[in-house]
């Protein structure tokens, strides 16, 4: 199957739909906004273009932001790609995505990369 991304300015599309912006200042993608219908329900996720995804790892763009429903939900890129599941629907008229649940669609994992290893073993040894 042919690509059907296109990059205008630092907008990325699939064929005539607008993914989103890269922030190069800020190494973010900020994906257009996403509301309750955009869900697949099956996973509880949202979707991402499968080669949006490795297009920006490529890039070393490094966060994606995503409104939904009022607020920003923030993951990185790698998470994106190495937890999400890909879907299987994929035509001409339906691109390729990684769906990552909602819930892990956070920067959760990046806070605790930020802890110095002598602060994760302050309490060890010390369970009862």
Do not use: C
């Not at 994106?80 to 959760?108: C, F, M, N």
């Amino acid at each position: 199957m042919q690509t059907q991304i296109r990059i205008s300015g630092n907008s990325i599309y699939w064929k005539t739909f607008k993914w989103g912006e890269i922030i190069p200042e800020k190494s973010t993608f900020g994906v257009v906004p996403r509301t309750e219908k955009n869900i697949f329900k099956m996973f509880n996720g949202l979707g991402l273009n499968e080669e949006i995804l490795f297009m920006l790892r490529d890039l070393r763009i490094k966060f994606i932001e995503v409104p939904f429903n009022g607020s920003i939900l923030s993951t990185t890129v790698e998470k994106w790609i190495r937890e999400g599941i890909r879907s299987r629907y994929v035509s001409d008229k339906v691109d390729r995505q990684i769906i990552l649940p909602i819930t892990k669609i956070s920067l959760a994992e990046s806070n605790l990369n930020l802890q110095a290893p002598s602060q994760l073993n302050l309490f060890q040894g010390m369970q009862q």
